[in-house]
């Protein structure tokens, strides 16, 4: 005979503690983008305020915009540290190297990517009546 206690009791939670930044400037509404450097065939992602301050990053650094849209900074937060696990390196400045592997990445999540460098597959399927 196997001698096993059983033994009742209640678990208890661990409270723990985050860092969580409940400034107003995350949820603030502006542009989330992707920038490509032709010479250096990288990407930028980034978040900006309004179409001026935009328009100053791209056309400063001969970067070409490849798509925009509505979003804010906790959106930008998200997205580079789901990059970070997936294991995708980047620099100090949000930029990555261009791999067809990063724009899928990228359109799976939602970031806006255009569609001049990445062509989303369709998949079809046929139904075979016998």
Not at 25 to 48: C, P, R, W
Not at 60 to 81: A, C, E, P, S, V
Not at 102 to 117: A, D, K, N, Q, Y
Request: positive net charge.
């Amino acid at each position: 005979m196997n001698n096993r206690k059983i033994i009742k009791g209640y678990k208890t939670l661990i409270s723990s503690s985050f860092n969580i930044d409940n400034s107003r400037d995350k949820f603030k509404d502006g542009i989330i983008y992707t920038l490509y450097s032709d010479e250096f065939n990288s990407l930028k992602v980034g978040y900006a305020e309004n179409d001026k301050v935009l328009e100053k990053k791209f056309s400063n650094n001969g970067l070409i915009l490849l798509d925009m849209k509505k979003g804010n900074k906790k959106d930008l937060f998200l997205l580079i540290t789901t990059l970070k696990e997936l294991g995708i390196k980047y620099s100090d400045n949000l930029y990555f190297n261009y791999s067809s592997s990063l724009m899928r990445h990228l359109s799976t999540l939602g970031w806006p990517v255009g569609r001049s460098l990445y062509k989303q597959r369709k998949i079809k399927k046929k139904l075979l009546c016998a």
